[in-house]
C-alpha cells in the first residue's frame, strides 16, 4: 500500500496541473451519475404507465406512506418505494415496536426520519431524495479514490460501472445500499489519508446501516498492523479497531430492550428466507432466476407488456414458438 506521503503527493500533483481548470473526466462522471438516476426514473414512469404494469401485492404496499404520489409524480416515485422501501418507511414512522422488522438496520430509517420531519412528515420524498444524495456523493469519492492509484479514465469507467449495473437502481430506492456505500468509501478514503479513528467512525455507522459493515474491520486492521510506521501512532490507536463491531453491539443492546432477544435481526431473517450461504450458492439461485424470466418471457407470460408497444416494434421481439401472444 502506498505511504500517507505518496498519496498526498500525487494528490496535490494531480490538482495543482488542473488548477483553474474543468477536470473534464471528473466532470464526466458526475454527469453519468446523475444521468444515470434520471435514466431510472423515466423507465419507472414507462414501466408504470407505458406496459401497464401489474399492481405490487398488499403486502409490500403502504398506501400512507410508500404510494403518496399520483399520475406522473406517482408513477416516477412510487415505484422506488415498494417491496423493502415499505419496511423501511415503517419504521422511519413508528420505529420498532417490540422489535418488529429488526433485519432493517437502524441508521437509514433514521436519517429518512429526520429528513421526512423536515418535508412535513414525507417520508417517500426524503428517503428518495436522500438515497439519490447518498448516491452522488459515493460516486465522487470512487472517483476520487480510484483517480489516487489509476488515473482518471479508470476513475471515470469505475463510476459508470457503478451507475450502469443493471441492479443500480436500488442507489435511488428507499433502500439503504446508498448509504452503506458511502460511509464505506468514507472508511477507505479515511484509512489513505491515515486516519484511522475517523474510519472507525464511518465503520461504526456502516455496520448501523447493515451488518456487513462489521467487515470493515478487516482492511482497517490490515491498515494498522500492515505499517511500518505504527510503533509511532500511540496507544490509543487499537481502540478504533473496536468500533466497527461496537456499532452492531448497540443495535443488539437495543433489540434486547425492545424486543428480549439481542440477536432479533438474524432470528428474524429466517422468516424471510435469508440465511448464511456460500457464493456458489448465491450464484446457482440467480442463474435459476434469470433462466425463469428467460422462460417467462418466450413463453408468452409477457403479452401484457408487449401489446402495450406499437406492433412494428414489438413483432420482432415475440418469439415464433408463442401462439399467445398477440400483437
Known amino acids: 500500500m502506498m505511504s500517507v506521503e505518496t498519496v498526498q503527493h500525487r494528490w496535490s500533483r494531480s490538482h495543482v496541473a488542473t488548477a483553474g481548470l474543468v477536470d473534464r473526466w471528473a466532470l464526466g462522471a458526475l454527469c453519468v451519475a446523475a444521468g444515470s438516476r434520471v435514466v431510472i426514473a423515466v423507465v419507472c414512469l414507462a414501466v408504470t404507465r407505458l406496459f ?8 409490500m404496499r403502504a398506501p400512507a406512506l410508500a404510494e403518496v404520489f399520483h399520475g406522473v409524480l406517482g408513477g416516477l416515485l412510487n415505484p422506488l418505494a415498494h417491496y423493502d422501501g415499505v419496511w423501511f418507511l415503517h419504521i422511519a414512522a413508528a420505529g420498532y415496536p417490540n422489535g418488529q422488522n429488526a433485519p432493517f438496520f437502524p441508521l437509514y430509517p433514521l436519517v429518512v426520519r429526520a429528513g421526512g420531519l423536515l418535508a412535513g412528515h414525507g417520508y417517500e420524498l426524503a428517503g428518495i431524495a436522500l438515497s439519490t444524495a447518498f448516491f452522488l456523493a459515493a460516486a465522487a469519492l470512487l472517483y476520487v479514490l480510484t483517480e489516487l492509484d489509476f488515473g482518471r479514465r479508470a476513475a471515470f469507467c ?82 478504533a479497531l473496536l468500533l466497527p463491531p461496537l456499532g452492531l453491539a448497540g443495535y443488539c443492546v437495543f433489540l434486547w430492550r425492545v424486543g428480549g432477544d439481542p440477536v432479533l435481526w438474524a432470528s428474524d431473517e429466517s422468516a424471510w428466507g435469508r440465511h448464511l450461504t456460500l457464493p456458489t450458492s448465491t450464484l446457482w439461485h440467480s442463474l435459476r432466476a434469470a433462466g425463469y424470466a428467460v422462460r417467462y418471457v418466450a413463453t408468452g407470460h409477457a403479452a401484457p407488456l408487449l401489446q402495450a408497444i406499437p406492433p412494428a416494434i414489438a413483432s420482432p421481439l415475440v418469439p415464433p414458438w408463442t401462439s399467445s401472444v398477440r400483437v
Open 158 to 239: 469505475a463510476v459508470l460501472a457503478l451507475s450502469l449495473f443493471p441492479t443500480s437502481f436500488f442507489f435511488q430506492a428507499v433502500y439503504s445500499e446508498s448509504l452503506f456505500l458511502l460511509l464505506s468509501l468514507v472508511c477507505f478514503w479515511c484509512l489513505r489519508r491515515d486516519r484511522l479513528l475517523l474510519a472507525g467512525v464511518a465503520a461504526l455507522l456502516a455496520s448501523l446501516t447493515r451488518v456487513t459493515g462489521v467487515l470493515l474491520l478487516l482492511p482497517m486492521a490490515m491498515t494498522y498492523f500492515g505499517s511500518s510506521e505504527r510503533a509511532s501512532r500511540g496507544r490509543a490507536r487499537p481502540a
Open 52 to 59: 401497464s404494469a401489474h399492481p405490487v401485492s398488499a403486502g
